[in-house]
């Protein structure tokens, strides 16, 4: 039996001198190897942001390692934030009736390629139940007459809390959420919405894409915030088109890169890869 | 002696029955040789366009080619573009401050990878003569101390008129043209501009990529109309960033991508490979 | 009721003078709009090639076609190809255990992306007997102990041959064909293979492209012929990896180039956009 | 004046617990902050790597940083390298006719985007003597006549060496090197060469992948070693190509991902990125 386990360290704090060499010694001294370490300092507000993954014994525990890590912590105003990779996250997918991300999201777990579980699907309709079903995840068919109608967040949110959940993905879900709802769940939130060049305001954006003639489509992915589809950048990626691709065609190749970048932000949030500072997210990939 | 010359013929028309056989009847009859075809049909606007590069003997000129294409040309209202291969274009380069668009066109016209001859590099300052010298082409120090001002048009156009340009290059051109001098070159001015997804309003896009923390930025190549960077879109690249870059970074990420979209939209535009319709850039590349 | 039908006609000949006239000529005096046509002059073999996308009415077959084609064909020794749109392929997928090249092919062609039936699955294995019946699409386990096996091979053609299969997909398929069996489809398999820069002979590739520190790892679809992996080459594409990915990332990674690369090359081929000519596949995308 | 200056620290050493912590703890006391740090373990041969990027103030040199760190690097058998920042590297490109890579370099040298002097042009040829005069580089002509020869290379060794040189890029240097010179500078050579999917032996590169039909043509730097084009990959890219790009516009688009790619290599090595380990580039960039 393994007698090591894993946990990844989130660290930000005013930037400072030796704040590597502090943290670096006070896990040695707490019993922690450190397998990898990546860090980033923003210079327009002087934070100092660091990613540590490191392994110890199973009798090292948070309670341990808080011990060991307060007094700096406090020294230096570190927020420090320590998840023990064998806890996998629980997870929520949100969609509506396009199922391209589901799809993609649902094989990527069943590879072991997303490290968390899938708890349970959430839609306004019931046309993906059958996906949902053939990979054995309970279905919630939640109507929403109006994006952010209390009464439907409420029973979403009793269902996301009876399960635990940490983070909802919204694999192409078209309702709105409340405000309240958005800050409720901050930072747990992914979105993946489609991006062009130039970008463009307004319903059917593939159709504007298609009269302007872009000759790239993309998507990005972002922690939703309440000013809708500004939140935190977490992935971008775009694919060529070119005048003889319809808009079907467009919105074809669309899906093609929204599945992609979807997963990969996942992939990373589930990793504990990113943190969230000054609204960007530093993706420690 | 080559006793064949080579044509671009652009056509476009309302969209109908039959118009590929009659188009290739009248130009097999008047003794062409089909090399490549391509085209495209609008169906927004149901227009039908076509790129036909010919090749046919020297003694078959502009004159006889119209006199075979006019009564097809009448009968279905088509515009006829001819563009002999062997005359070249000629071009002039904007430039401000920056020199890496300009470098990359000249040394791609120094290896014969663009189909025309550079008669001028026009600029609001002096910095790069010495760079239009070492390639000993003409260097025209016109400063611009208000945009779109009259009397610098006047003489900027009277130094293009000169020298019978047929395309304008902003190559990293800082200032804006006037609405009259825009109009006047109309389809004979081509612009590189960055391009963000999201897109950013105001100044400094750079630093606001950068604060947005954007993991891509891109550039766009366009006509240029009289609304500004609003002209049909020739070519667009991005390159991946990170939050590691810095602006400094993704500035030089972005010259880049930019120098490499400009030089990719000119050379198709050298080579009669682009028809716009409906403010969209046909590209038969 | 519709009452035009369309088809794609592939022409290929020696090259000559007035053939897109003749061509275009022919098939107007058949009845045929042209509503697309791409060509492409082979100059190593001076060979001709032209696909040609037509409509007409329902009354035009391809009887008809073939006697007004017949003449310009016989004068120009053309091999003519006409296949009617409404007539969708039959395709055969053949895999082993992994189930992501079988996974988006079946998704794209339940969301109308690809043009044909998929009549059945075959495999040497029964693993994804379960994805097949999901998506109602008989699955036929046939072991395989050695590759090439004559009877093994006899019984793959049987059911082919009884399905009227016209495209052979090797979704990831771990066997290799006889040659005989090869050279029976000629044309009619579509295989996808990792790719790598450099190419690695000898087996587990991603163990040495591992070693090796490549930064790219990529893949390639290709027509099977009797020399493995060697066939006319339909698409490519590649994705980064850093030292940072193990053997099993790069593995993930290759399989989300593997899936979308030979997605791309099997629409082509559904749309009848690819002649094969001295063994390199012309693509008219 | 700034009383701080820079140091990139490279470690590399049997893995271990602690070492981190160590090296961080040593760092501090030694005055040093940790502006960067990246590490890597080989888990092929269980090596750590690490590379750290720390300020410090002026008077502390590296004999002061060596008398902190030998006491670890006694203990944990650690090869370290300290290159202060303000030491810019003196490098030497190596060309024979084409230029598109030197000028490159010297543009991005110019915009004070590579961190080194360049010190010299070494050429077999005279073609671009003019190149490295107008930006006022010292060009040498030693013709080649044959492959290693050891007069030539005594010439060269002489030039690299009263100019104190530490890196050598070839360019588009179309010489090979003994296997003396290589050893001599093993690690401070970085040569470009293009790459194909599959790869072609024997010559002219770019005829066997025009008559292949690849689709995709690509660029590989690497350090050299006495396995020619085989040593340790920095970096690669690629680029489409499609059937209609002969093989003048093949070559071309390689030239524009060369030139591309040996430019960020150069960039990586120049501040000391690259850690080579077991003949791969682990690049921490």
């Known amino acids: 039996m393994n007698t090591q386990h894993e946990a990844v360290i989130?660290?930000?704090?005013?930037?400072?001198?030796?704040?590597?060499?502090?943290?670096a010694a006070?896990?040695?001294k707490a019993g922690c190897n450190i397998l990898d370490a990546a860090q980033y300092t923003d210079t327009l507000t002087n934070v100092f942001i660091q990613r540590i993954h490191i392994s110890c014994e199973r009798s090292i525990d948070s309670k341990t390692l808080q011990k060991h890590l307060t007094p700096i912590a406090?020294?230096?105003?570190?927020?420090?934030?320590?998840?023990?990779?064998?806890?996998?996250?629980?997870v929520a997918i949100f969609v509506s009736?396009?199922?391209?991300?589901?799809?993609?999201?649902?094989?990527?777990?069943?590879?072991?390629?997303?490290?968390c579980s899938i708890d349970l699907v959430i839609s306004n309709h019931d046309d993906l139940a059958d996906v949902a079903e053939r990979f054995c995840i309970p279905y919630h068919h939640i109507p929403v007459p109006n994006s952010g109608d209390p009464e439907v967040e409420?029973?979403?949110?009793?269902i996301l809390e009876d399960n635990n959940i940490d983070l909802l993905v919204l694999a192409r879900y078209m309702r709105?959420?409340?405000?309240t709802f958005t800050k409720k769940y901050a930072g747990k939130i992914i979105n993946i919405h489609h991006s062009f060049l130039p970008a463009f305001a307004g319903g059917k954006p593939y159709h504007q894409a298609f009269e302007k003639g872009v000759k790239l489509v993309g998507a990005?992915?972002?922690?939703?915030?309440?000013?809708?589809?500004?939140?935190?950048?977490?992935?971008?990626?775009?694919?060529?088109?070119?005048?003889?691709?319809?808009?079907?065609?467009?919105i074809r190749k669309g899906r093609d890169i929204e599945r992609t970048v979807l997963a990969r932000a996942v992939r990373w949030h589930l990793e504990d890869r990113i943190?969230?500072?000054?609204?960007?997210?530093?993706v420690f990939s």
């Open 176 to 179: 709105i959420f409340s405000d």
């Open 220 to 250: 990005t992915a972002h922690y939703a915030t309440t000013e809708l589809d500004e939140g935190p950048i977490i992935e971008q990626g775009v694919i060529r088109v070119s005048h003889k691709d319809s808009v079907k065609e467009m």
């Open 74 to 90: 406090d020294e230096f105003e570190m927020k420090i934030n320590i998840r023990w990779t064998d806890k996998t996250k629980r």
């Open 275 to 282: 943190i969230v500072h000054n609204n960007r997210a530093i």
């Open 154 to 158: 409420q029973q979403q949110t009793a």
């Open 97 to 115: 009736k396009e199922d391209h991300c589901l799809h993609d999201l649902l094989l990527l777990h069943r590879d072991g390629d997303l490290h």
């Open 10 to 23: 989130l660290v930000s704090c005013p930037d400072q001198l030796g704040l590597v060499a502090h943290l």
């Open 26 to 28: 006070a896990l040695h």
